[in-house]
């Protein structure tokens, strides 16, 4: 019997990213409710976030193969995460404007079945260009800045904000597909 696999996310990011790995899959809102735990090193943050998403995905799914990920904006030894409204998104693009910052995105897969565990991290360096009020504006305009991150998205019009980019383009968009692959690999997925 195939197992099913769930991705405990509704972004159309991570779903366009685990759709490349060719596999059918169900997306979900968890439910989990993300709080940033600033005791927390950012990379243990991100792991400890997509544990808490897989988790809450595994109680409504008892047999699935699980995939969570979270992803946080370090910047300055601060997380930056979503922001709450437009004037705190603006303040986010202000403050990255013509700097570099991390990405660091943790993922896990959890064999609900087994409670078998695989997690990790992974990050990229982020350089933005000098951004003027009008960029940031037209920006906000768009609606992406919302529910990202550090108040952006690659993927989408957040391209234009970005100069370049030293990593792994996936862990910038949502979720390590390095590690992904890996992490199925290891639980006996073939992929």
Do not use: C, W
């Amino acid at each position: 019997m195939k197992r099913q696999i769930i991705l405990a996310s509704t972004s159309p990011r991570r779903k366009q990213l685990l759709a490349l790995l060719n596999i059918k899959f169900k997306a979900v809102d968890s439910g989990y409710e993300e709080i940033l735990h600033k005791h927390l090193s950012h990379f243990d943050l991100v792991k400890f976030l997509a544990l808490g998403k897989a988790r809450a995905a595994a109680k409504k799914y008892p047999n699935a193969l699980i995939i969570a990920a979270d992803t946080v904006v370090s910047f300055q030894g601060r997380a930056l995460g979503k922001p709450k409204n437009k004037k705190e998104a603006r303040l986010m693009l202000s403050r990255l404007s013509g700097k570099s910052h991390y990405v660091i995105s943790g993922a896990v897969v959890l064999d609900a079945k087994t409670k078998q565990i695989i997690s990790g991290f992974d990050k990229v360096k982020v350089y933005f260009r000098k951004l003027s009020k009008a960029d940031i504006n037209s920006y906000l305009r768009s609606g992406e800045a919302i529910d990202k991150a550090g108040a952006y998205g690659f993927l989408g019009k957040g391209f234009n904000l970005v100069a370049k980019i030293e990593g792994d383009a996936t862990t910038d968009l949502g979720m390590s597909m390095t590690f992904v692959f890996n992490a199925l690999q290891k639980i006996g997925l073939k992929v």
